[in-house]
């Protein structure tokens, strides 16, 4: 089975937000879908490694900013490249607005947001799909959602040219040093599994 095929399925790219009482946090996520017109509700799947599920879990709130094509590859950086356990994703950062269930949206790089609460959950081993009955949603802008394929096309840094025998993330460029990667390895920047990763030449 060659799973390279799931490059080939459209993604949007999503900033999802989620409050833990004591502070806001998010994280990216590339699978969030609608399921239902009424009532509104989406399916978001979230690695139960990130903090940002297992606030989810607790509190059953939760806001989705979709990413426009505007948006630069910092914002990547800070809600993707560290955890919400021990960095405030949100220090020296203004461009959000929080909403009714005091999570957050992006006021800047996003063009909508869906705000919600969660009334289901699917365990799926390695994460946790939520599905979210909508409470608040509105359009910010008309820039197009970001892609996928927009994404590694224009946003996302080229890796940087090196000597070293290794292996790269084709997700987030996380570089493993080695002749040989393990194959359950999975990247420690952006959890994808081993088969995302190709030799560097």
Known sequence: MNTKTMHNLTYGLFVLSANDGKKLTGCITNT????TSDPLTISVSVNKSNYTNEVIKKTH????SILDESVPFD???RFGFSSGRDTDKLEGFDDYKVTDNNTFYLTKYANAYLSGEVVQEVDLSTHTIFIVEIKEAEVLSSTPSVTYTYYFKHIKPKPAVTNKKGWVCTICGYVYEGEVLPPDFICPICKHPASDFKPIE
Do not use: A, G, N, S
């Open 75 to 77: 914002i990547f950086k």
């Open 61 to 64: 709130q939760l806001t989705v």
């Open 32 to 35: 969030v879908i609608q399921q």
